[in-house]
């Protein structure tokens, strides 16, 4: 009766092996079974995003900033547990029973409580944290800045000043008990990054990622070379079209196949994240994640075999110590399922450079006219502008222009500039006036950019090998490696 309420949570073991500083480390830890974990109260823990990484990084870049690696040993357990109700652990056939007084891992509010933890910390180290990143702490000494990226435990740290950087990695060690500082470390969070100093630009891959990927799935130097990630006949969204396949292509795969798909389509969303030129692919994936047939196995094994094949592929970014915000966006008119639309969306800060955000996504209505599609992926396009450009204010990084928007529907441009009506469409007002308002508030310029040209044509359809090497060359920033 005296722990009333209280969670029993039991233990279990996780071992793990990994390669460390080019060694082989086995680890393993105790972990408790957050299923019962019933009373944990508040559990929101904030995610950082790729895309915030990708732009600190192209700014780093662009202006020779150096950045610094940290980890923070047993982190979880450093910080205080902030559940609702009292938590015991016991293991499994032991009769000792352990209160829980720090954020073990594998509870529910673990990722939280270590969160709140690091907040306080900063915060008393002078850092502020970002309104729009929850993950991103800027602390302004004298005319320096020093920027902190948090993912979890591991801490990539970017400074104006090495001298300034230097002293407060110093200081931030007194607080966190962290590994040894791994100056523009090459390798963290599962990418590989190489700095070119004399060209100022950075690339980054998932060399490693995409090989244990393929490794898993039996994609290896036997399997046929693909040069596109998926082939033009492989693009199949309408159910009579399975029709007319063959028996073993059509059918629906059984429950081991389906997890097996999964896994596939996650490891593959995961890579996405820097191999933009996937990013059709993967989507046109994702829509049977839910019924996969043959075929789509066949797809996902092909996307892989391209990536094993090119896995060497730079993401790269900076370039100039200019920046400016181009953006671009294009709609493809009722080729998802169900008659919805794809549009695309691609964000650089140096026209030449690789892309630091690109989405490309079915919509959610049914559109019945290419100029709503262009629409809706204009009106996204200006938000994800709008996000890029607040990030960088709120880090004090000031943009050399205006920010460009550029579409490649020239009757969609004319109407946002105010030049006519549109008559006979729906489901488009809020976005229209939105468009609109952003346009004349003089924040974007929207301008033409022809079809063939434009780099997100290819995030919303497939192409051909030629059109597909043009389409990669511009938004993994290849260009910049020309110079």
């Known amino acids: 009766m005296k722990f009333q309420g209280a969670d029993l949570v039991l233990l279990f073991p996780v071992y793990e092996k990994k390669v460390k500083e080019g060694k ?3 680890k393993v830890r105790l972990v408790g079974d957050g299923r019962t974990h019933y009373h944990a109260g508040d559990t929101y823990s904030a995610t950082p995003s790729r895309e915030e990484l990708l732009i600190l990084l192209h700014v780093a870049a662009a202006i020779d900033w150096h950045y610094v690696h940290l980890d923070e040993k047993r982190a979880f357990l450093k910080a205080p547990y902030q559940g609702k109700n009292r938590a015991f652990t016991k293991l499994r056939d032991d009769q000792q029973y352990y209160e829980v007084f720090g954020a073990l891992y594998g509870l529910k509010t673990a990722p939280r409580d270590y969160q709140q933890f690091v907040y306080k910390r900063l915060t008393a ?3 502020k944290r970002l ?3 929850s993950c991103i702490y800027v602390l302004v000494k ?11 435990d591991d801490f990539i740290v970017f400074g104006s000043s090495r001298d300034i950087l230097n002293e ?12 040894e500082p791994v100056w523009n470390s090459t390798n963290f969070l599962g990418l590989e990054v190489c700095r070119d100093w004399e060209k100022h630009i950075v690339k980054v891959t998932m060399k490693a990622k995409i090989e244990e990927t393929c490794r898993r799935f039996g994609v290896n130097e036997s399997s046929k070379r693909h040069d596109t990630p998926m082939p033009l006949s492989g693009y199949v969204v309408k159910d009579y079209e399975f029709e007319n396949m063959s028996v073993e292509q059509s059918c629906f795969l059984d429950v081991r196949g389906k997890l097996d798909y999964l896994a596939v389509v996650g490891g593959l969303l995961w890579i996405s994240g820097i191999r933009h030129d996937i990013l059709f692919a993967v989507l046109y994936l994702t829509w049977s994640t839910k019924e996969p047939r043959q075929h789509h196995m066949n797809m996902a094994l092909y996307t892989l075999s391209y990536l094993f094949y090119s896995s060497d592929l ?3 970014l900076g370039g100039s110590d200019e920046l400016d ?8 008119l009722g080729n998802a399922p169900k008659g919805r639309s794809v549009i695309g969306n691609i964000e650089k800060l140096h026209p030449d450079a690789g892309a630091v955000t690109a989405k490309s996504t079915a919509t959610s209505l049914i559109h019945t006219a290419s100029f709503e599609a262009e629409l809706d992926g204009a009106t996204t396009s200006m938000k994800h502008i709008r996000r890029v450009k607040n990030i960088l204010t709120e880090l004090g990084i000031i943009l050399q222009s205006v920010p460009i928007l550029w579409s490649d529907n020239q009757a969609m441009i004319r109407f946002v500039h105010g030049e006519g009506v549109a008559k006979g469409v729906r489901h488009m007002e809020l976005r229209m006036w939105y468009a609109r308002e952003q346009y004349n508030s003089g924040g974007i310029v929207l301008d033409y950019m022809s079809g063939e040209t434009i780099p997100t044509d290819k995030l919303t359809k497939l192409g051909c090998k030629a059109s597909h090497n043009v389409f990669t060359r511009n938004i993994m920033g290849l260009k910049l490696l020309d110079t």
Do not use: K, N
């Open 314 to 316: 730079p993401l790269v």
């Open 168 to 179: 407060w990695v110093v200081t931030f060690r007194e607080s966190f008990d962290t590994t």
């Open 325 to 332: 915000l181009h953006g671009y966006t294009d709609a493809a």
């Open 131 to 133: 309104v729009l990143c």
């Open 142 to 152: 004298d005319s320096c800045v020093v920027i902190l990226y948090d993912y979890v």
């Open 24 to 26: 082989v480390v086995f």
């Open 125 to 127: 180290l002078g850092f």
